[in-house]
């Protein structure tokens, strides 16, 4: 079953840091570009980062630039989302996403992750 | 930018619902995608390429348009199909979703 499973949400003070994880399964996990996506409480979409199968030079949203950081351990078919410097307006559900090239577009998403940011 | 239109749209079940997408400049439909959330839920891929049903979609939703104006329609509305639906469109970072809209239950 072609499937992404996320964990690492919590309940973080501002200024903090988080690592999130997205493990996959049931595909080949070096033939796809991984994104994180974001969507604060009663909000809509918001894109954060991709990462190459081979990890190199993924791009930011502005938001995130300089702040969080996108990786991936293809050994464990897994990705992560590095987060410093947390803001109370990164709170949010976090999703990780698939991104399919044959049809442009994300075809498997994560169950999303909480994270609040919050003194 | 993507502007989607309505911001809700109250029906009943069995109406026909059209939901809007227009991009602030000419978008190739290759790269024009609408999914679908419902509460709790990750969104999920419903039409990808403007025009082409994912895999499992119903034949009531249909996608259209080009140029900047697109459109998601929902033939008959099922108790399943009210929810939330964003656009999307990527050629370059950043990915680009629309506002969504809501579709509920009058």
């Known amino acids: 079953q072609v499937q992404l499973l996320q964990s690492g949400g919590d309940l973080v003070r501002p200024g903090g840091s988080l690592r999130l994880s997205c493990a996959a399964s049931g595909f080949t996990f070096t033939d796809y570009y991984i994104n994180w996506i974001r969507q604060a409480p009663g909000k809509g979409l918001e894109w954060l980062s991709f990462?190459?199968?081979?990890?190199?030079?993924?791009p930011y949203a502005d938001s995130v630039k300089g702040r969080f950081t996108i990786s991936r351990d293809n050994a464990k078919n897994s990705v992560f989302l590095h987060m410093n410097s947390l803001r109370v307006e990164d709170t949010a559900v976090y999703y990780c996403a698939r991104w399919a090239e044959a049809w442009h577009a994300f075809d498997v998403w994560g169950q999303g992750t909480m994270v609040t940011v919050s003194s | 930018v993507l502007t989607q239109s309505p911001g809700t749209l109250s029906l009943s079940p069995g109406e026909r619902a059209t939901l809007s997408c227009r991009a602030s400049?000419?978008?190739?439909?290759?790269?024009l995608t609408w999914y679908q959330q419902k509460p709790g839920l990750a969104p999920s891929l419903l039409i990808y390429?403007?025009?082409n049903r994912a895999t499992g979609i119903p034949d009531r939703f249909s996608g259209s348009g080009s140029g900047i104006d697109f459109t998601l329609t929902i033939s008959r509305l099922e108790p399943e199909d009210f929810a939330v639906y964003y656009c999307q469109y990527y050629t370059s970072v950043p990915v680009t979703f629309g506002g969504g809209t809501k579709v509920e239950i009058k």
């Open positions: 390429g403007a025009s």
């Open positions: 990462i190459s199968p081979s990890g190199d030079h993924p």
């Open positions: 400049q000419t978008v190739s439909s290759t790269h």
